[in-house]
């Protein structure tokens, strides 16, 4: 139940995500602009994914790609459990999900 609740906020937050324009994404912070480093909701929504349909198959423990071990610190080089995912990406769906809704009430004050 709880890998259904985490895959259905990603996919709001794909949606949230690409609905941004491009310009507006980078001053918010949910993605770096081009040739800098910084944090990407487009690849942490990849890699949630990715995350996601491992462990909807069941088979433990699974092996986390090197991308993500090397965009995010403290990610394991293997997952054992449908807890260890929860626990995993719950904190970072959570903080996208804060940044898109600061994004939307900053863009609602200025079409105001």
């Known amino acids: 139940m709880r890998l259904t609740e985490l895959n259905d906020r990603i996919e709001v937050c794909r949606e949230r995500y690409w609905d941004i324009p491009k310009y507006v994404r980078i001053e918010h912070g949910l993605r770096p602009d081009v040739s800098e480093d910084g944090y990407s909701g487009a690849a942490f929504i990849s890699l949630a994914e990715d995350v996601l349909r491992k462990a909807f198959r069941g088979k433990y423990p699974f092996e986390t790609d090197y991308m993500w071990r090397h965009a995010a ?27 898109l809704d600061h994004c939307a009430a900053t863009m609602a004050i200025a079409n105001e």
């Open 73 to 99: 610190r403290g990610v394991p080089s293997a997952i054992n459990s449908v807890e260890e995912v929860v626990a995993l990406l719950e904190p970072m769906i959570h903080e996208l999900e804060s940044k």
